[in-house]
Nanobody, 116 residues
Framework: QVQLMESGGGLVKSGGSLRLSCAAS????????MSWYRQAPDKEREFVAA???????RYGDSVEGRFTISRENAKNTWHLTMNSLTPEDTAVYYC??????????WGQGTQVTVSS
């Protein structure tokens, strides 16, 4: 059973940066599409960023210009670099990957808290 796990979350001051990572439980699989979502307290889950195909990337409006998604060559690990963080970025961040069987796999989330 393939599992994804996020890492790199934590507490950061406003204006700071964090780098999140998502890694599969085995290096024997790869993912054709990789993405990040987030869910703030009392809000719906929100699309953050995705990288697909030959490296095409897209971002949600709220993070455009501040966040960067990237992947490693093996396509079983990907990252979200977050800059100029504000308290509005506080949320649980989830990674998602299109993997074996053409199904989506989700991580369990990592908390990002941005203080004023």
């Amino acid at each position: 059973q393939v599992q994804l796990m996020e890492s790199g979350g934590g507490l950061v001051k406003s204006g700071g940066s964090l780098r999140l990572s998502c890694a599969a439980s085995t290096a024997r699989v790869s993912f054709g599409a990789m993405s990040w979502y987030r869910q703030a307290p009392d809000k719906e889950r929100e699309f953050v960023a995705a990288i697909v195909g030959g490296g095409i990337v897209r971002y949600g409006d709220s993070v455009e210009g501040r966040f960067t998604i990237s992947r490693e060559n093996a396509k079983n690990t990907w990252h979200l670099t977050m800059n100029s963080l504000t308290p509005e970025d506080t949320a649980v961040y989830y990674c998602k990957g299109r993997g074996p069987g053409d199904r989506d796999y989700w991580g369990q989330g990592t908390q990002v808290t941005v203080s004023s």
